[in-house]
């Protein structure tokens, strides 16, 4: 199957700072990538989707300016999560597929944890 | 209520027993998708289904669009198999994708 890597795969950060992960989609052109959140011991929750050269489409409650969502290239998207704090402690998760009508692969995950 | 429930939430079972896994849901659906989750939270897509069956190894999924209903099925299961595995639907709609709240599978030696 196709690869998608995502970095870094853990990361500890102060509160208050900012955090990027970065999923990239190693052998295909990813027209869409999905970012998920999974606290521990429940089911993976969608953060927002992202289109290739358009802006994010954010599920409710999910707040925009706090997580960050750059997908720039066809092989690049990105998850900032600004102003970092404990509550976002989590593991999150992208995945990406070539279109609608194909399988969406995920990437390894970012356990993140702000202390 | 959840749009997609799966059963059971635990399951231990002894090396080599067939396992099988039941996922339900609400929605209109376009796919279906078999998820491994591995201890360290690392995500494998195992199938995506939109009818019959399909097969992979020791791996089987079947699904009923008319029930909305699929079974993952694990035949001579082995310790390896131990993972959380998540049912995910995506919606008619396109770009909506439900979860289940996975079933956290444990095989015994």
């Known amino acids: 199957g196709a690869v998608v890597s995502q970095h870094p795969s853990r990361v500890i950060c102060k509160s208050g700072t900012s955090v990027k992960i970065e999923c990239r989609s190693l052998?295909?052109?990813?027209?869409?990538m999905f970012w998920y959140r999974q606290f521990p011991k429940q089911s993976l929750m969608l953060m927002a989707t992202?289109?290739?050269?358009?802006?994010?489409?954010?599920e409710q409650g999910v707040e925009k300016d706090k997580f960050l969502i750059n997908h720039a290239s066809l092989t690049l998207s990105t998850l900032t999560v600004t102003s970092a704090h404990p509550e976002d402690s989590s593991f999150y998760i992208c995945?990406?597929?070539?279109?609608?009508?194909?399988?969406?692969?995920f990437g390894q995950g970012t356990r993140l944890t702000v202390v | 209520k959840n749009e997609v429930e799966q059963s059971p939430q635990n399951l231990t079972a002894q090396e080599g027993e067939f396992i099988t896994i039941n996922c339900s849901y609400s929605?209109?659906?376009?796919?279906l998708h078999w998820l491994q989750q591995h201890p360290g939270g690392g995500i494998v897509s195992l199938f995506m289904?939109?009818?019959g069956k399909k097969k992979h190894g020791r791996l089987i999924a079947t699904i009923n669009i008319q029930e909305k209903h699929s079974s993952l099925h694990i035949t001579a299961s082995h310790p390896r198999d131990s993972a959380v595995y998540i049912c995910?639907?995506?919606?008619?709609?396109?770009?909506?994708?439900?979860f289940g709240t996975g079933t956290s599978l444990t095989v015994i030696p």
């Open positions: 289904l939109s009818s």
């Open positions: 992202s289109n290739e050269g358009s802006k994010a489409t954010y």
């Open positions: 052998d295909f052109q990813a027209t869409t």
């Open positions: 929605v209109g659906i376009s796919a």
């Open positions: 995945s990406a597929r070539r279109s609608a009508l194909t399988e969406a692969f």
């Open positions: 995910a639907v995506k919606t008619l709609s396109g770009n909506q994708f439900y």
